[in-house]
């Protein structure tokens, strides 16, 4: 299995809603990222997990909670999010964060936060 | 911490032709330059990358320039065809960021036929 599944492929949530988002690979990577994309921007960093372990956060408001339970699945808990929050949220994974950095992109959740 | 300048930010080509997609980078530490195309509501897609260790890669249409001493590093995409229609982002690697990637702002390149 080559590639980097995410659940759902769209998602609509009112600002009071919490929701989940998921990402699962089975390339044995690991290393695994949360990335925000906006229409016609390039995706933005949100957190990275390495070997199960949250190592950067780039100042992502709480109402976003990343989880990693094991080292082929990442999730993103929503909360209490913003209409700005509506974009595209991108999982990514590569072998890891040294030498092999490769970083290959599942196909996106896109949220509407009304 | 590292920039990376992306032009231009439209091109457009006539199909067979070639198109170049430039990159400039500041942190002259970087060493990994990914290249991804992004279709219309699909995921990035890596489609070639270089080390700075080497100067040249090529994949079949597709060929990265890497110039270590301008800091910068290019796509070349030979005969063009419709389906390379696409926004393209090139990304550098700093040192020490473990793995993080910092973006150009993409190329949306269209290609008639």
């Known amino acids: 299995d080559t590639e980097v599944t995410q659940t759902p492929k769209h998602l609509v949530m009112g600002m009071t809603n919490k929701k989940s988002l998921k990402c699962e690979q089975h390339?044995?990577?690991?290393?695994m990222y949360w990335y925000k994309q906006k229409a016609k921007k390039p995706p933005e960093l949100m957190f990275v997990y390495s070997y199960e372990k949250l190592s950067i956060n780039e100042s992502v408001p709480s109402r976003f909670s990343p989880e990693c339970p094991n080292s082929s699945l990442l999730n993103l808990h929503l909360h209490a999010l913003q209409p700005e929050d509506s974009a595209l949220y991108l999982c990514?994974?590569?072998?890891?964060?040294?030498?092999?950095?490769?970083?290959?992109f599942g196909p996106g959740t896109r949220l509407l936060v009304l | 911490g590292e920039n990376v300048e992306q032009h231009p930010s439209t091109l457009s080509v006539q199909e067979g032709d070639s198109a170049v997609i430039k990159c400039t980078y500041s942190?002259?530490?970087?060493?990994?330059f990914p290249w991804y195309k992004q279709e219309l509501g699909k995921r990035p897609q890596l489609i070639i990358d270089i080390r700075s260790n080497v100067g040249e890669k090529k994949d079949q249409r597709i060929a990265v320039t890497l110039n270590k001493t301008a800091k910068h590093f290019s796509l070349h995409i030979t005969e063009t065809q419709p389906e390379d229609s696409a926004v393209y982002f090139c990304?550098?690697?700093?040192?020490?960021?473990?793995?993080?990637?910092?973006f150009g702002k993409g190329t949306k390149l269209s290609v008639k036929p």
């Open positions: 990514a994974s590569s072998q890891d964060r040294g030498v092999v950095e490769t970083q290959y």
């Open positions: 942190d002259s530490a970087s060493n990994y």
């Open positions: 390339m044995g990577h690991r290393a």
């Open positions: 990304a550098a690697r700093p040192p020490g960021s473990q793995g993080n990637l910092i």
